[in-house]
T-cell receptor, first 114, second 114 residues
Framework: AQSVTQLGSHVSVSEGALVLLRCNYS??????LFWYVQYPNQGLQLLLK??????LVKGINGFEAEFKKSETSFHLTKPSAHMSDAAEYFC????????????FGQGTTLQVKP | DSGVTQTPKHLITATGQRVTLRCSPR?????VYWYQQSLDQGLQFLIQ???????AKGNILERFSAQQFPDLHSELNLSSLELGDSALYFC?????????????FGSGTRLTVV
């Protein structure tokens, strides 16, 4: 069975500082991994995804994530935080079955301080 | 606007009642997914439909049912509502039903059971 663990339910950074949101996964098959962002009172928006190929994945809004198989991790980073990055971030892994079902982590709320 | 339309945006109803949530997928998407988001359970997969057929089932209660119609819109029916059913219900759609693409989410229906 697949599972996702996001380390830290709340992360606080200063504007301009590095953003690092941690995600570890468990999967019995090669995983497809996703990061989504949810702004208040909105749905989830796809930030980036890893399926196959290059392990460093670039997404929207300056975010990127690196798939590390040996560490079963898919951490999300951004070199310089902006106030508009404040939101909740979800890591997800695809189901091993032939469906589009995603298993989501519990989410990490990112706070950006001026 | 993500292209996935959910109605209504808000719903307040009493315990024991029945409600129907509606979702219109993004144009060209054949697969529809329903998720429940609550503070204690996080994002939980309920059910997936692909081109009118049920593709995958998750933690969906027997009091809940769904269907996808020939025009590809979907409805989630919740009956004998309990206080614990209060949550955000998201619909998402994807081009096909497999694990590759990730989803486009709607903005959700906030259900409050009183």
């Amino acid at each position: 069975a697949q599972s996702v663990t996001q380390l830290g339910s709340h992360v606080s950074v200063s504007e301009g500082a590095l953003v690092l949101l941690r995600c570890n996964y468990s999967s019995s098959v090669p995983p497809y991994l996703f990061w989504y962002v949810q702004y208040p009172n909105q749905g989830l928006q796809l930030l980036l995804k890893y399926t196959t190929g290059a392990t460093l994945v670039k997404g929207i809004n300056g975010f990127e994530a690196e798939f590390k198989k040996s560490e079963t991790s898919f951490h999300l980073t951004k070199p310089s935080a902006h106030m508009s990055d404040a939101a909740e971030y979800f890591c997800a892994v695809s189901s091993s079955s032939n469906t589009g079902k995603l298993i989501f982590g519990q989410g990490t709320t990112l706070q950006v301080k001026p | 606007d993500s292209g996935v339309t959910q109605t209504p945006k808000h719903l307040i109803t009493a315990t024991g009642q029945r409600v129907t949530l509606r979702c219109s997928p993004r144009s060209g998407d054949l697969s529809v997914y329903w998720y429940q988001q609550s503070l204690d359970q996080g994002l939980q997969f309920l059910i997936q439909y692909y081109n009118g057929e049920e593709r995958a089932k998750g933690n969906i209660l027997e009091r809940f049912s769904a269907q996808q119609f020939p025009d590809l819109h979907s409805e989630l029916n919740l009956s004998s509502l309990e206080l614990g059913d209060s949550a955000l219900y998201f619909c998402a759609s994807s081009v096909d039903g497999d694990r590759y693409y990730g989803y486009t989410f709607g903005s959700g229906t906030r259900l409050t059971v009183v």
